[in-house]
């Protein structure tokens, strides 16, 4: 367990104030880099968020329950969200391997 960098693994303004209002307990990230180990929490406006979960995974493994958890209402949505947050040259690779973080707010 270690103290993390929020900015490594929470990508941008929007998504830690998402996570902070907890519209978001969960980030899918590209498996090429893993930001942070179950156990491990990170800091965000003065509340300690804990990682509870790292899952290895397809990107097309992902569900309406995932895209939830990210701030999407459904998984179509979600895959929309991707396409506009990456810019154009994204394409949704069902067999993309990807890194899923879940995270909760500590008390």
């Known amino acids: 367990m270690?103290?993390?960098?929020v900015d490594a693994l929470l990508p941008n303004g929007h998504v830690?104030?998402?996570v902070q209002d907890g519209e978001i307990t969960q980030l899918t990230r590209g498996a090429g880099t893993q930001y942070?180990?179950?156990g491990d929490t990170f800091q965000l406006e003065g509340d300690t968020f804990e990682?509870?979960?790292?899952?290895?995974?397809k990107?097309?493994?992902?569900?309406?329950?995932d895209a939830?958890?990210?701030?999407s209402p459904t998984l179509d949505a979600y895959k929309a969200r991707m396409k506009r947050a990456h810019g154009g040259n994204f394409e949704w690779?069902?067999?993309a391997d990807?890194?899923?973080y879940r995270f909760e707010r500590r008390e």
């Open 16 to 18: 830690k104030q998402a």
């Open 93 to 95: 690779d069902e067999d």
């Open 59 to 65: 990107l097309g493994d992902m569900t309406d329950a």
């Open 51 to 57: 990682v509870v979960e790292v899952e290895a995974r």
């Open 2 to 5: 270690a103290e993390i960098d």
């Open 68 to 71: 939830e958890r990210e701030g």
């Open 36 to 38: 942070a180990e179950a």
């Open 98 to 100: 990807v890194l899923t």
